[in-house]
């Protein structure tokens, strides 16, 4: 059974495991949902190489830093993100009519 990618509580856990993977192999801490980035130590040059990775994860061109300032928690970020794939999956599946 395939998950449905259009559905945020399918998609969140993923990006919130790969947040949470990504810090614990650059900082060597346990990652919970609720841990602020930037207390935890994610700077300007982390914060860019970890949007750009997690650009790619989701299969994005493009990821702003900005995103951690407006969504500073892992699971803050990682459910914006999923709303971001939902949306953008649902839009390839339903393509509007232009």
């Given amino acids: 059974m395939t998950k449905d990618i259009t559905d945020i509580e399918n998609v969140a856990p993923w990006i919130e495991m790969f947040i949470a993977t ?14 602020n980035l930037v207390a935890l130590g994610v700077e300007s040059l982390h914060a860019a190489r970890l949007m750009g990775d997690l650009a790619g994860f ?11 300032l407006e969504h500073p928690t892992a ?24």
């Fill in 22 to 35: 990504w810090l614990k192999e650059q900082f060597q801490q346990e990652v919970d949902s609720e841990s």
């Fill in 58 to 68: 989701i299969g994005m061109n493009d990821l702003s830093v900005q995103l951690l």
């Fill in 75 to 98: 699971g803050d970020l990682a459910r914006h993100l999923a709303m971001v794939v939902a949306r953008t999956a649902e839009g390839v599946r339903h393509p509007t009519a232009g």
